[in-house]
C-alpha cells in the first residue's frame, strides 16, 4: 500500500540541501537550502497573485502555490543541478532526470496524488499554464532576491545572476508584465544603489 511518509522522509533532505550556486561562489556553508528557495518561491508567488488580483487579474492560487512549493522536489534525489551543468549534461538529459526523478518520489503518494503532483510539475517544466509561468518568474524574482541580499552582506562576483533577468522566461502581457518587470527594476535599482 503506498504511503506519503516515505516521499515526506525524502523531502526533509531539501532542509538541508545547500544550493549549488551559492557554494561555487564562495557563499558556503549553509548559504540557502532548496526548501528556504522553495518559500522564497511561495512567498513572491503569493504576493504576485495578491497584486495582480488587485489589477482584475484572475489567478488559480491553489494551482500556484501547488507548483511554487513541489517545483524543486526533484533536487532531493538529484541534487540542485547548476545552471552550468546543463552544458555538459544537456538541458534535455537534466530535464529527463528530474522528471524520472519526481515521478519516482511522487508515486508513493498513490495513485490519485501521484498523478496530480506531476501534472502540477509537468505543467511547471512546460511552462504550460499562467501560474506555473508565474512561478517561474517568482524563482527568478527570488534568486534576485538573495543575490541582492547577499551582495549588501559583502559579496562580490555575482554578476552572472543579474545578466539577463529581464529575458529569463518573463512570457506575459498586461498586467502580469508590468507587475513583474516593476519588481524586477526595484531589484535592480537597489543593486545600482549599492554600487
Known amino acids: 500500500m503506498p504511503t506519503m511518509l516515505s516521499t515526506l522522509i ?3 533532505r531539501l532542509k538541508n540541501l545547500e544550493r549549488t550556486g551559492w557554494m561555487l561562489r564562495g557563499l558556503a556553508p549553509c548559504a540557502e537550502s532548496v ?3 522553495s518559500y522564497g518561491v511561495a512567498v513572491v508567488s503569493m504576493l504576485l497573485a495578491d497584486e495582480l488580483a488587485s489589477r482584475g487579474v484572475e489567478v488559480d492560487v491553489e494551482r500556484l502555490l501547488r507548483i511554487a512549493l513541489l517545483h524543486d522536489w526533484a533536487e532531493a534525489r538529484v541534487g540542485d543541478m ?9 538541458a534535455e538529459a ?33 511552462r504550460a499554464s499562467f501560474e506555473a509561468r508565474l512561478v517561474k518568474a517568482a524563482d527568478v524574482i527570488d534568486l534576485l532576491l538573495q ?5 549588501r552582506a559583502g559579496a562580490r562576483g555575482l554578476d552572472e545572476f543579474w545578466e539577463g533577468v529581464s529575458e529569463r522566461h518573463m512570457q ?7 507587475v513583474v518587470c516593476e519588481i524586477i527594476e526595484q531589484l535592480v535599482q537597489a543593486r545600482r544603489e549599492l554600487r
Open 172 to 178: 506575459f502581457e498586461g498586467a502580469a508584465q508590468e
Open 94 to 126: 537534466r530535464r529527463r532526470a528530474e522528471r524520472a526523478a519526481f515521478d519516482d518520489m511522487v508515486r508513493a503518494c498513490g495513485e490519485r496524488l501521484e498523478k496530480l503532483y506531476s501534472g502540477l510539475h509537468e505543467d511547471y517544466e512546460e
Open 82 to 90: 547548476p545552471r552550468t551543468a546543463s552544458e555538459y549534461f544537456g
Open 35 to 37: 526548501a528556504a528557495h
Open 10 to 12: 525524502e523531502l526533509q
Open 147 to 151: 543575490t541582492l541580499a547577499f551582495e
